[in-house]
């Protein structure tokens, strides 16, 4: 049962997969009062006599049939309860084998039955829309030696985790294929996960894993860590420990409660000097401070952090950049360190000293020299809350220029192992 908000109105409802003699199934959907009062009656696995309702075209977005149509059902609805009628089989499958994934367009929803290897506990997070999120982790191995990483999504996350220990046969109807860190599954509202179906398959897998298959090497479709989290060295020398800017959205990258680190290969496109705010503020001189200090009526600098005033004080840089790679582009903070790398290794100070001078054309022209340059752009990616929205702040912790000679090995090396 799930709560549904729309522009026309908010209520309950719950769908059933409904399986007839043929083989054929399709989907019914049950609204509010509806949906209080079948929820409760309808059990799984038993045969009723439907009569009364919709008959409409299936939103194959939502669903987890290829059915042309399906039903909703109203108040005219009558379900009786039949004496179990052999004639109409379990649920039907279509399975896919883990090592077909691979070769599979994204975002196909699909049967697979699998060896659950692996559990990870439910965690919760924030997206980006700032809606609450369950999610835990399998681990899923079939008898062509393949694991792949299977998400469960809302309440299929939060239940009890205890179905999913001691590796159980479970079959998945209806999970959606994505091609995130290679290639994963994830549930949708529709899927309907069944421990140990009754399927020739169920008998085959749970022998297979028995006698020696749990202790095989798999070949993992999923790349771990969302296809990067790998350190600067490793992220130079192996394109999948790198993320790309879709990767770093993808993977929710910052929405824990520690930051994320992302290496990324990006290309600085933009770098803010016009607005309200300069590219750099004006910081207590004394080192390792560089706390803001403000000017006072003296003409001096107050830092409240030393709670000293210094005659002096030292500009450092705050850049607002934008940055793009193949898979779109993101707003990025560089502080000073990288800020004097990024501008041909001039200081905050000399900068300042070419503004106060009228030397704007200059100033523009070094920062447009700084663009269109790419480097390995080491990200520290966190979400936080700004005038009530979540946002993505990301920093710029590192960077290197590219290796060519270097990335070429590294994209060798890539094209060796999609082979
Ligand atoms: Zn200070």
């Given at each position: 049962?799930?709560q549904?908000?729309?522009?026309?109105?908010?209520?309950?409802?719950?769908?059933?997969d409904?399986?007839?003699?043929?083989?054929?199934?399709?989907?019914?959907?049950?609204?509010?009062?509806?949906?209080?009062?079948w929820?409760?009656i309808?059990?799984e696995?038993?045969?009723y006599a439907?009569?009364?309702?919709?008959?409409?075209?299936?939103?194959?977005?939502?669903?987890?049939f290829?059915?042309?149509?399906?039903?909703?059902?109203?108040?005219?609805?009558?379900?009786?309860?039949?004496?179990?009628?052999?004639?109409?089989?379990?649920?039907?499958?279509?399975?896919?084998?883990?090592?077909?994934?691979?070769?599979?367009?994204a975002?196909?929803?699909?049967?697979?039955?699998?060896?659950?290897?692996?559990?990870?506990d439910?965690?919760?997070?924030?997206?980006?829309?700032g809606?609450?999120?369950?999610?835990?982790?399998?681990?899923?191995v079939?008898?062509?030696?393949?694991?792949?990483?299977?998400?469960?999504?809302?309440?299929?996350?939060?239940?009890d985790?205890s179905?999913?220990e001691?590796?159980p046969?479970?079959?998945?109807?209806?999970?959606?294929?994505s091609?995130?860190?290679?290639?994963?599954?994830?549930?949708?509202?529709?899927s309907?996960?069944?421990?140990?179906?009754?399927?020739?398959?169920?008998?085959?897998?749970?022998?297979?894993?028995d006698?020696a298959?749990?202790?095989?090497?798999?070949?993992?479709?999923?790349?771990?860590?969302?296809?990067?989290?790998g350190s600067?060295?490793?992220a130079?020398?192996?394109?999948?420990?790198r993320y790309?800017?879709q990767?770093?959205?993808?993977?929710?990258?910052?929405?824990?409660?520690?930051?994320?680190?992302?290496?990324?290969?990006?290309?600085?496109?933009?770098?803010?000097?016009?607005?309200?705010?300069?590219?750099?503020y004006?910081?207590?001189?004394?080192?390792?401070?560089?706390?803001?200090?403000?000017?006072?009526?003296?003409?001096?600098?107050q830092c409240?952090k030393?709670?000293?005033?210094?005659?002096?004080?030292?500009?450092?840089?705050?850049?607002?950049?934008?940055?793009?790679?193949n898979?779109?582009?993101?707003w990025?903070t560089?502080?000073?360190?990288?800020g004097?790398?990024?501008?041909?290794?001039?200081?905050?100070?000399?900068?300042?000293?070419?503004?106060?001078?009228?030397?704007?054309?200059?100033?523009?022209?070094?920062?447009?020299?700084?663009?269109?340059?790419?480097?390995?752009?080491?990200?520290?990616?966190?979400?936080?809350?700004?005038?009530?929205?979540?946002r993505?702040?990301?920093?710029?912790?590192r960077?290197?220029?590219?290796?060519?000679?270097?990335?070429c090995?590294?994209?060798?090396?890539a094209?060796?192992?999609?082979?």
């Amino acid at each position: 049962m799930r709560q549904w908000n729309n522009a026309r109105g908010s209520g309950t409802l719950f769908s059933v997969d409904l399986l007839d003699e043929d083989g054929s199934e399709i989907k019914g959907t049950f609204f509010k009062q509806d949906a209080d009062k079948w929820f409760q009656i309808l059990q799984e696995g038993q045969v009723y006599a439907f009569t009364g309702g919709k008959v409409k075209v299936a939103n194959k977005k939502f669903s987890s049939f290829n059915a042309e149509y399906e039903l909703t059902f109203d108040s005219s609805t009558q379900i009786n309860p039949i004496n179990d009628d052999s004639r109409i089989g379990s649920a039907t499958y279509a399975f896919v084998k883990l090592n077909e994934m691979e070769a599979l367009e994204a975002n196909k929803v699909l049967d697979v039955i699998a060896v659950v290897k692996s559990v990870e506990d439910h965690a919760q997070f924030v997206s980006r829309a700032g809606k609450q999120l369950d999610k835990r982790n399998l681990i899923l191995v079939d008898d062509t030696c393949t694991e792949i990483n299977l998400t469960l999504w809302g309440d299929m996350a939060k239940a009890d985790g205890s179905r999913w220990e001691g590796n159980p046969v479970v079959a998945f109807k209806g999970v959606k294929l994505s091609d995130f860190s290679g290639r994963s599954l994830n549930s949708l509202n529709a899927s309907t996960l069944v421990n140990d179906p009754d399927v020739p398959e169920t008998a085959d897998l749970r022998a297979w894993f028995d006698a020696a298959g749990g202790g095989s090497s798999f070949k993992s479709v999923t790349v771990r860590n969302g296809g990067g989290g790998g350190s600067d060295d490793a992220a130079k020398k192996d394109i999948s420990q790198r993320y790309t800017l879709q990767s770093i959205t993808d993977g929710n990258l910052g929405n824990g409660e520690k930051p994320d680190w992302a290496v990324v290969k990006a290309t600085i496109s933009f770098i803010k000097l016009d607005g309200e705010r300069l590219p750099w503020y004006t910081a207590c001189p004394k080192e390792g401070c560089n706390k803001k200090v403000t000017e006072t009526m003296e003409g001096a600098w107050q830092c409240e952090k030393c709670n000293q005033t210094h005659p002096e004080c030292q500009r450092r840089y705050m850049l607002s950049m934008q940055i793009s790679d193949n898979t779109g582009k993101a707003w990025v903070t560089a502080f000073n360190d990288q800020g004097v790398e990024l501008l041909d290794n001039r200081t905050a100070d000399e900068l300042f000293q070419m503004k106060e001078e009228g030397n704007d054309a200059e100033l523009e022209e070094l920062f447009s020299e700084a663009c269109f340059k790419t480097y390995m752009l080491t990200l520290r990616v966190k979400t936080d809350m700004y005038n009530d929205e979540t946002r993505s702040r990301k920093t710029l912790q590192r960077l290197a220029p590219v290796d060519v000679k270097a990335e070429c090995a590294a994209l060798l090396d890539a094209i060796a192992k999609y082979n």
